[in-house]
């Protein structure tokens, strides 16, 4: 019983290429997020979407497009990948639903390694 | 944001008491600290989190004075299986919404 899960596990694909990475969480959590972790392991937010709405939008690149068709699902499509998309890509659900329960825990799927030739 | 500092990397032999010191100086009323621990090619896996003074749960302790500018991650008896990066983290907001920021990490290595 996997709590987030994603996939593809490892995606190789060349530049300018579109890909899509996928993900789910059977954890009955309100909010999803996706994260970035480059070669020096820091791990960043990018988007965060709280029942199928875009809440946060950490500056990233309008090629990175998120899509939630609902709170168990969030995607993330990439056009026109370029060198500098090679990293981990981390989903991650939490049961944060508003201010007063904004310290609630993050739960991770196992990333996705996405290289760009 | 509350930012975080804790340091690169730590060692420690097998069997012993290692604790993670995470200074947060501009932590806000209403944040939590929040540790988390990551293999190698996994996500992170959430830890402990505390408010003030002492939690303790299965895995580790946690301390955090008074003035809550600091906090220790506390690994009683370490194995080899704790070698991971540990992350320490003061929840923030946007838009009334949560956002956590990742540090830098400390990268504790076990040695046998």
């Known amino acids: 019983d996997t709590a987030v899960s994603q996939t593809p596990k490892y995606l190789v694909t060349q530049m300018g290429n579109d890909k899509s990475i996928k993900c789910e969480q059977n954890?009955?959590?309100?909010?999803m997020y996706w994260y970035k972790q480059d070669s020096k392991k820091f791990l960043k937010i990018m988007f965060s979407?709280?029942?199928?709405?875009?809440?946060i939008n950490e500056t990233v690149p309008n090629r990175f497009s998120p899509k939630s068709p609902d709170k168990a699902h969030l995607n993330l499509h990439i056009n026109s990948l370029e060198l500098g998309d090679s990293a981990v890509y981390f989903c991650?659900?939490?049961?944060?639903?508003?201010?007063?329960?904004?310290?609630?825990?993050?739960?991770f799927g196992n990333g996705t390694r996405l290289t760009v030739t | 944001l509350a930012k975080t500092t804790q340091p690169i990397s730590m060692d420690s032999y097998e069997g012993q008491e290692v604790n993670i010191t995470c200074s947060h100086n501009?932590?806000?009323?209403?944040?939590?600290i929040t540790w988390y621990q990551q293999f190698p090619s996994q996500g992170p896996r959430f830890i402990i989190q505390?408010?003030?003074t002492k939690v303790t749960n299965e895995v580790a302790s946690l301390f955090i004075p008074a003035d809550r500018k600091s906090s220790t991650l506390s690994l009683p008896r370490v194995s080899l299986s704790d070698t991971a990066v540990y992350y320490c983290?003061?929840?923030?907001?946007?838009?009334?919404?949560?956002?956590?920021?990742f540090g830098t990490g400390t990268k504790l290595q076990v040695i046998p």
């Open positions: 991650a659900s939490s049961q944060a639903r508003d201010s007063d329960s904004y310290n609630s825990p993050l739960h």
């Open positions: 954890l009955g959590h309100d909010t």
């Open positions: 979407y709280n029942n199928k709405e875009l809440i």
């Open positions: 501009n932590i806000a009323t209403n944040d939590y």
């Open positions: 505390g408010y003030k």
């Open positions: 983290l003061v929840g923030s907001r946007s838009g009334g919404y949560q956002k956590v920021t």
